[in-house]
């Protein structure tokens, strides 16, 4: 399953989500040459329902994997993705014009997200979702913490580091997790990460460098030694 699982689920969610908004009743235009912005832009003021779905299936598989990280969990990452995208259609009138989609987006997810574990009775932060494949969505980590030049001898000890990366980023405070997701993970700009999280561009450096110290020395007190 893995990766395909992921894919698949990402699909449903999409479906699901610009469905129950009735967007397959639009025109069918696929908006493929036209920013996330133009297509808000089409749904808030011509209340055109395929730009809406465009923006749905053009997000479905990077947000659901966003949030399936974040929350560990695929079955509260399909609430959160169709809540967030709930909240777009709501909020449709707030964004503003020179304003970016994607951060926007994120933004409602992440708050969505938070809302959702406030919920969830049990409110423990599970290890981020431990599928197999060869997406390197801690990479950068990894080989920060246990060295980026590795021999064929050494994969079973890489993969090991990754596991534990990936449980341990899971574990981190919210704030530092946050940082940690969007920059590492989601591949966000500085200043991205910035605009969704509603902190100043130094405030994330600043997280992801205590992200990173506190990675780090929990994986000296694991017993791991430095490459």
Known sequence: MGIDDSDHRGRSVGRS???GFGALEGTGRQGGGQSDEDLLRLFRIDDD???FETLVHRYEQELFSYLRRYLGSAEMAEDVFQATFLQVYLKK??????RRFRPWLYTIATNQAIDAQRRNKRHRMVSIDQRSGADDDVGALVEMLSGADQTADDQLA???AREWVRTAVGDLPEALKSAVLLVYHQGMKYREAADVLGIPVGTVKSRLHAALLKLNESWLAAGHTRP
């Open 17 to 19: 989500a610009s469905a």
């Open 158 to 160: 890489v993969e090991e």
């Open 49 to 51: 329902p395929a730009a």
């Open 93 to 98: 009138e707030n964004f503003e014009d020179g």
